[in-house]
Structures are given as structure tokens and as C-alpha cells.
């Protein structure tokens, strides 16, 4: 893996042509002040030959790319240069006017992203650091439309299964539970909670005996690396 910032990229330093895999961070990435992820997108979007260079990793159909808390409002907020993304939410302030640090419960469903292929249906603890993680759509018809629309990759759920749509279970008020997203090849997942902060059993709160190392999680990076063959 390599770290690149978004200064080596807009001045010329580092070209995307040579990677196959994006990953967006969070974690105060730019800063984690309200509204970060968007102003993150937006030195992309009107930085010309950089938003050129992101358009066309996004193009690429040999390639993949994640988003991360504040990578996932990024990315989102990038949608008119992501393929099969025209119907994508944004990513706005909890409803509970709060940052929420906790473990949630998800269920991740059927979807076409790559980077969760044959998890569909595995029920996970997950962390959940962020201020400004609820999607939001222009109405109720639509947010109804996206979560049936298939590019819904992860939920947040009650114990028993249910959509969670009440707190703390669902952490920040999105409507149908709306915790990930996909767009329609599948190459591109973005993720509100933190998959990575939890791929390992040791970082969870708890475990249950004989476990072994590795959570559900790591099968999604597990699959980016198979994926890529």
C-alpha cells in the first residue's frame, strides 16, 4: 500500500494511473471539522486536472475504490464522477446533533460490491466515529427508492434483525438503516462505520472463546485482494 495525500496528487507529484485500488480515510481526514468530507471532494471537483485524474480511475473498470467516514462523505459528494452513482445520497449532520462513538450492529446485504462479495446476510459489530454520518435524500420517495434500488451494501440493525431506525441503534437517524453504498458495477463502496477498525478480534469489545484472529471484516480485504487476482 502506499499513503498518498491530496498534495501529491494536486500538484503532480503522484499519478492514480498506476494504482488499483483507492482508498478514501477517515479519521480526521481534512481536519474532521463539520462539513470536512465535502470540502475534501470539492478541492477535487474544482481542481481541474485532478478532478480529470480521479474521473478517470473511476472509469477504469479494472480498479477499486473505498470510502471511509470521511472518505465515504468524499466520495459521495463526488457522485457526478462516479459511474452508475446518480442516485446517491450525501452525507449530513447525525440527527442526534452529536458525534456517536460506539460499536453498532449491521447486516450486510445483497449488493454488487466487490469488496463485499458473498457476506451478504453476515450480521457484525462495527465501529462508529463520526458526526456528520446520516444520509440524506431531497425526499422520502426517494431515499425509499435508493434502499430498494439494490446499492444499499450495509444496514444498521437491531438485535432481532430489524432495520434499525431508531437510536442508538441506528446512530444517526438515516433513513432505512442506510450505514454503506455501492454504485452499479460494484467497484466503488462507501462506508460510513469503520470496517477496518474492526477486522481483527482484538479490537473488539468482546469475542466469543476460540475465535481465532480475524473478524468478519477481513473478508472484505480479503476480497479486494482477490478481486484483483
Known amino acids: 500500500s502506499h499513503d ?7 500538484s503532480g507529484r503522484v499519478t492514480l494511473d498506476g494504482f488499483r485500488g483507492l482508498v478514501g480515510c477517515g479519521g480526521f481526514s481534512y481536519g474532521d ?3 470536512a468530507g465535502e470540502g475534501w471532494a470539492k478541492s477535487i471537483l474544482y481542481h481541474a ?3 480529470e485524474e480521479f474521473q478517470r480511475f473511476l472509469a477504469r473498470t479494472d ?10 462523505q468524499m466520495f459521495a459528494a463526488l457522485k457526478e ?3 452508475g452513482a446518480a442516485s446517491w445520497p450525501r452525507f449530513g449532520r447525525n440527527r442526534g446533533e452529536q458525534f456517536e462513538g460506539r460499536f ?7 449488493s454488487p460490491s466487490i469488496l463485499l462479495a458473498g457476506m451478504d446476510g453476515s450480521m457484525l459489530p462495527i465501529a462508529v466515529a463520526h458526526g456528520e454520518g446520516r444520509a440524506e435524500f431531497a425526499s422520502e420517495p426517494e431515499a425509499r427508492a435508493f434502499s430498494e434500488s439494490g446499492l444499499v451494501a450495509v444496514r444498521y440493525i437491531e438485535g432481532n434483525r430489524r432495520v434499525a431506525n431508531t437510536y442508538p441503534d441506528n446512530p444517526n437517524g438515516s433513513p432505512f438503516g442506510i450505514a454503506a453504498i ?3 458495477d460494484g467497484r466503488v463502496t462507501l462506508t460510513m462505520p469503520h470496517p477496518e477498525r474492526s477486522f481483527r478480534y482484538a479490537q473488539n469489545s468482546w469475542r466469543p ?3 481465532g484472529e480475524y473478524s468478519g471484516w477481513f473478508r472484505m480485504f480479503a476480497n479486494a485482494r482477490r478481486w484483483i487476482g
Request: aromatic content about 2%; some cysteine; glycine content about 10%.
Open 182 to 184: 455501492t454504485n452499479d
Open 49 to 51: 486536472r485532478t478532478r
Open 63 to 72: 480498479t477499486f475504490t473505498l470510502g471511509v467516514c470521511n472518505g465515504c
Open 33 to 35: 471539522v463539520l462539513g
Open 209 to 211: 472463546d476460540g475465535a
Open 4 to 10: 498518498v495525500h491530496m498534495t501529491d496528487v494536486l
Open 104 to 110: 453498532s450492529l449491521v447486516e450486510i446485504q445483497r
Open 81 to 83: 464522477i462516479v459511474p
